[in-house]
């Protein structure tokens, strides 16, 4: 079966979740996902189609990683197989797909934002060359991590609204310090490769894309303005590669 007809499976392991999508040649069909699972001598594996369509993998989880060798018709996918230029051996895949995802659908040069368990930015200039990036602590991670390394501060929930700047309380403090603090930073890092690559597309993909983009709108409307939300840039990176036979 040539590979513009045939169905077949992404997944992409991230920190938190195993992201899913399913493919018929350059289509795709429908996302998902599901939990990390288990470590175990013999675990059951969430699919077991028959026959087993090829199933394209990408991880930044190595124990989840070696669960999925066990599946028929495995390809993992590694950095030296995505044709960005300037890359260095720890960069990440999911990052690196990203990337090379946004530029696909986009063009080069891009900046792509992932919002998820980490907050990242990676950029590449006009010829599909690493320009660099960083990474911090996303949204819900930072929240989280003053409730588990602190004795007396809550765990707080994302709010639809800006918070008020200046709190009067303990959860509206935490509120407005992360978010703030936060949305200053996208908005500092998008001037900055703004100014250095006028006619890029910055992208913000990642599980907290909608709550980031939309803090952003209400604090910065002109950058917001510039930023594309699309959840699926690794799974584009993906596609790219497989229907290019670059795996």
């Known amino acids: 079966m040539e590979r513009a007809d045939q169905n077949w499976l992404a997944l992409a392991i991230g920190n938190s979740r195993l992201h899913w999508a399913k493919f018929t040649g350059y289509t795709l069909q429908e996302t998902w996902d599901t939990p990390h699972l288990p470590i175990s001598p013999s675990p059951h594996l969430p699919i077991s189609p028959s026959p087993s369509p090829p199933l394209y993998l990408a991880s930044v989880v190595p124990e989840q990683t070696a669960i999925w ?11 030296e197989q995505i044709p960005l ?12 797909l990203a990337l090379w995802g946004a ?28 320009v660099g990036g960083a ?17 007396a501060l809550p765990e707080v929930e ?6 008020p700047r200046w709190a009067l309380n303990t959860p509206e403090a935490i509120k407005s310090g992360t978010i703030y603090t936060l949305i200053a930073g996208i908005q500092d890092f998008v001037t900055a490769w703004r100014e250095e690559f006028p ?36 799974f584009w990176g993906m596609r790219s590669l497989v229907m290019n036979c670059q795996i």
């Open 85 to 96: 230029s300037g890359t260095y051996p720890t960069l990440g895949i999911d990052r690196a």
């Open 199 to 234: 006619d890029s597309k910055v992208v913000i993909t990642g599980g907290d894309r909608s709550y980031l983009l939309h803090y952003l709108q209400i604090y910065s409307p002109e950058i917001s303005a510039a930023v594309i939300a699309d959840p699926h840039l690794i």
């Open 69 to 79: 060798q066990s599946y028929p018709n495995v390809h993992s996918i590694a950095l």
């Open 103 to 130: 530029g696909e659908i986009y063009g080069f040069p891009v900046l792509v934002i992932d919002g998820g368990t980490a907050l990242t930015f990676t950029g590449a200039d006009a010829s599909g060359r690493l």
């Open 158 to 163: 994302l709010p639809t609204q800006m918070p």
């Open 135 to 151: 990474i911090l602590s996303g949204l819900r991670s930072q929240l989280r991590s003053l409730a588990t390394n602190t004795a």
